[in-house]
């Protein structure tokens, strides 16, 4: 066999270098990460409101004493083991039909689910079905709030210049700390402005209505958003 034929039958070895510029994938504009980082916000306001509104919550849907308010707590901590579960479903569910789905998803269920607890009836009205409302409609932010941060996340790593991964990441979790003050301060000036029958009656209402007009909003800032370039290559 001529070894000048056969040598020009074998490709050329590609260098590391270009390898890496093959399989580089475009990052997602600004625009599309700010939303997605910015909007923990709002997803942290709604699941940590419910904390810092304890003991009046305790006391619309558990009746009043401590046991109320131990009953109450017991709820949120049960909201937070749904967390686990929903991390699994939503990262499957990401990983088959895209991150841009999943967040999407995700804002949509703490929309109807912060929305649909303003509204709720109380012990007063409808007995202790209320509190087994809440205990359900907590679940499901439980759920959600799972799978919402894991997706963000890991939107953010696939979107982030890969010299700027850690810190594009770590503006979901700053973000999700100013959520948690909004909702401090959003408890504060409702149980200061309203005075106690009025605060049980509809005033404790008022943060989580507010939580579900800012999760309607943040549902329409992430429906600009693109597709992750990584899952589309994959």
Do not use: N
């Not at 849907?61 to 479903?89: D, E």
């Not at 799978?147 to 963000?152: A, D, L």
């Not at 149980?191 to 943060?207: M, V, Y």
């Amino acid at each position: 066999m001529d070894l000048d034929s056969s040598s020009a039958s074998i490709p050329p070895a590609t260098s590391p270098a270009l390898s890496r510029e093959a399989g580089r994938v475009a990052g997602l504009p600004r625009s599309s990460m700010a939303v997605a980082a910015f909007s923990t916000v709002v997803e942290w306001y709604d699941f940590t409101l419910y904390l810092f509104m304890t003991t009046v919550l305790s006391r619309v849907f558990f009746g009043s004493g401590t046991s109320s308010v131990l009953t109450a707590l017991a709820v949120f901590a049960i909201a937070y083991v749904m967390r686990p579960f929903g991390a699994l479903v939503f990262g499957h569910v990401g990983d088959r039909l895209g991150r841009r789905r999943v967040l999407l998803a995700s804002m949509s269920v703490m929309t109807v689910a912060m929305l649909v607890t303003a509204l709720l009836p109380t012990r007063e009205q409808i007995g202790s079905t209320a509190g087994v409302l809440l205990l359900l409609l907590r679940c499901v932010m439980g759920f959600s709030v799972g799978g919402e941060y894991t997706g963000v996340m890991t939107y953010l790593v696939e979107g982030a210049p890969p010299r700027r991964r850690g810190l594009v990441a770590s503006l979901a979790s700053a973000a999700s700390e100013v959520g948690a003050l909004l909702a401090v301060g959003a408890a504060a000036l409702t149980t200061a402005l309203t005075s106690g029958p009025a605060l049980d009656s509809w005033g404790w209402r008022i943060p989580f209505l507010f939580g579900a007009l800012l999760a309607a909003g943040t549902l329409i800032a992430r429906s600009t958003m693109q597709e992750s370039p990584a899952f589309e290559q994959l």
